[in-house]
Every structure is written in C-alpha cells, then in structure tokens.
C-alpha cells in the first residue's frame, strides 16, 4: 500500500518520519518528483534501486535543505561558488569531490569519488528536507525506462504499492529534471541540459560553459571500473573457489565475506559496494564470487560484478 500525503504539516511530518526510518517517498520538486530515501542508509538506497527496477546502479543526486549541508558532503572549489549563489535552491545539479567520511552510502555514488547534489527549490522538498534533517537520494520517481513524473498521479501509477509513500505537491513547475554540471579542474562543464539554461550559466560564468554528453565520464566502463572494483582479481559465478581464494558469498555457504546470508537481493545490493572496500582492505588477491541470481535487483548487482570482473589496464 503506497499513501498518498497531502502537503500540510501532518502530510510532510509524516513523510520526514518514513524517510528517518529507511522507507521511501515520491517527494515533488520544481523539476519532476523524485523517489527519496535517507542518502546515508545503504538499505534505503538499495530500496530505490529495486522500486524503479533499475539494471544497474547510475549514481543518485542527493538533495538537501541548505548550502550549509553541502560543505559536510562534498568540496565546493571557488569556481561553483557563484552558480550556487545564482541558481539554488533550484534545477542544477553540481557533481563535485566527495568529501571523505561524508554521511552517504557507497550505492549513492554508485564507487564513484564525486557526488551529484543540489537544492531544489519547491516549498514542499525544501519543508520535507527540512523536517528530515539529512540528505535525500533522488532519482526521477518513474519505472526504470519510463517517463519522468511531474504529478503526483503519475508517480501512483508507476511507482504505487511498491514505496511507502508518495507526497502530492501538485504539477512541477519546470517539468524536466535538473541541469548537471561537473568540473574539470575549475572549468565547469556540463554534463546533462536540464532547467538551468547554458545561456543562464553562461551568463554568470560570464563565458559559454563546455558541454559533454550525459554520463559520458561516468558511463565510460574504464573508469567507472577503476573506482568500484576491488583491486584483486574476480572471479563469477564459482561454485568450487580455488585454493587461496578469498570467497564472497551469497546465501548460507561457507565463505570470508557474504553479499547477504539470507540471500536478500535488496540486502546485497546494499552492501555490495562496502564488500569491494572490505576485500581491499583484507588484502585479497584473488576473489571468487558466488552466483548471485538475476532477477530483480540481481540484474544491477550481476552488471556491477561483471564489471568488476572485465579485464583491466584497458
Ligand atoms: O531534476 C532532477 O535532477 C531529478 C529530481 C528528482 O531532482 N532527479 C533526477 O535524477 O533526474 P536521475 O537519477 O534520474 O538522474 C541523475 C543523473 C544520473 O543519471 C547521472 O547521469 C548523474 O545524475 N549523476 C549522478 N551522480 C553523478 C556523478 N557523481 N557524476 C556524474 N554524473 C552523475
Ligand atoms: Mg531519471
């Protein structure tokens, strides 16, 4: 059963306390709604990722209330301090350097060292934001290759009776998502057009910003593969791991590290990423990872292990 919350104190009250729990909420924002959940809970994230049923982990964008937040999420180098003085709270988006230690779950960046973060500027995000205190990871509240929503009706007819909630904010505004803009060094680039105009942008940079194609840096396998693959070398699907292999499981089997014991597809996404850190840091050379089945969010988790499998050096 998905609620549907008016937007009132008792609608927004109650959405800021499914979020705090782990749960998930269609929350509108001027651009389209987005699917929320606590940006620093593996599990609630993981859960995004299963309600859109999405084949592989793109990296999210977490929303937050006030720039103040930023600072404790990512580095803000002097070059963003204008665009975010000039357009936030509001549809751009800046991916900037993860800060270390920064409250956000490895499957939010999906391994990457950047994080995607803005303020949206719909009174409704901003009062949920508020209320919840934290950051929020929000992807378009639509099935994986579907339409973007900008109604509330259209997030319950795609998304209904697979999230807890979803917060009617009326119409958005803008109605596509968010404009993306990266840095290379202090040269902003932007890497998805969206309701911030380059003219805009220009015009604040007081130059015509570079533009690269959506998720071209990211998308790139190579250097998505350098940043969420452990260093040693994996091996799929082994059922009989080699001697001095170190194992990691899935399901009840005997093994050093396991995806989820109860073999929980949404479990194991949500610890996939920490997994690869935890064989870095025991050292393992050679892994073998046991099969993991590819239904659901399998197919996501089954993408990230092939990759981190694909030969390297490339
Ligand atoms: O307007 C919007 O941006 C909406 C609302 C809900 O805020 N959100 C949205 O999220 O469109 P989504 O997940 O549909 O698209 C986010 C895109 C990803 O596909 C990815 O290309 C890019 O943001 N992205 C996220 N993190 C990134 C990173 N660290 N580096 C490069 N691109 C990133
Ligand atoms: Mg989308």
């Known amino acids: 059963m998905t609620e549907l919350l008016p937007n009132t104190d008792a609608g927004i009250a109650r959405a800021a306390a499914i979020l705090k729990r782990g749960g998930l909420v269609a929350m509108p924002t001027e651009t389209v709604y987005g699917l ?15 309600a859109k049923d999405r084949p592989e982990f793109n990296p999210l964008i977490v929303h937050v209330a006030e720039a103040a937040q930023v600072d404790r999420l990512v580095h803000v180098p002097p070059a963003a301090l204008p665009l975010m003085r000039a357009f936030w709270p509001g549809p751009l988006t800046l991916v900037l350097p ?3 230690g920064a409250p956000v779950s490895p499957l939010v960046t999906a391994g990457l060292d950047s994080l995607a973060v803005r303020i949206p500027a719909h009174p409704v995000a901003r009062a949920l934001l508020r209320a919840f205190g934290g950051g929020v990871a929000a992807p378009s509240a639509n099935p994986s290759g579907r339409i973007s929503p900008t109604a509330a009706a259209h997030v319950m007819a795609g998304l209904g009776g697979r999230i807890d909630a979803v917060l009617n904010g009326g119409d958005c505004s803008v109605g596509v998502e968010s404009t993306i803009l990266g840095f290379q060094g202090e040269t902003p680039v932007i890497l998805r057009e969206g309701g911030v105009t380059a003219e805009a942008i220009g015009r604040i940079l007081g130059h015509a910003p570079a533009r690269r194609d959506e998720g071209a840096a990211i998308s790139a396998p190579g250097q998505m593969v350098s940043h969420y693959a452990p260093r040693g070398r994996v091996r799929l699907n082994v059922t009989d791991p080699e001697p001095g292999e170190t194992v990691l499981g899935f399901g009840p089997m005997p093994c050093d590290l396991n995806l989820s014991v109860r073999g929980d597809l ?4 949500a610890n996939l990423f920490r997994r690869f850190h935890d064989l870095d840091e025991m050292g393992a050379e050679r892994i073998a990872v046991a099969p993991v089945p590819d239904h659901g969010l399998g197919a996501a988790i089954n993408d990230r292990l092939r990759r981190a499998a694909a030969p390297r050096g490339a």
């Open 36 to 50: 929320a959940g606590d940006a620093s809970n593996d599990a609630a994230v993981a859960g995004i990722y299963a």
């Open 266 to 269: 949404v479990e194991a996404a």
């Open 98 to 100: 993860l800060r270390e």
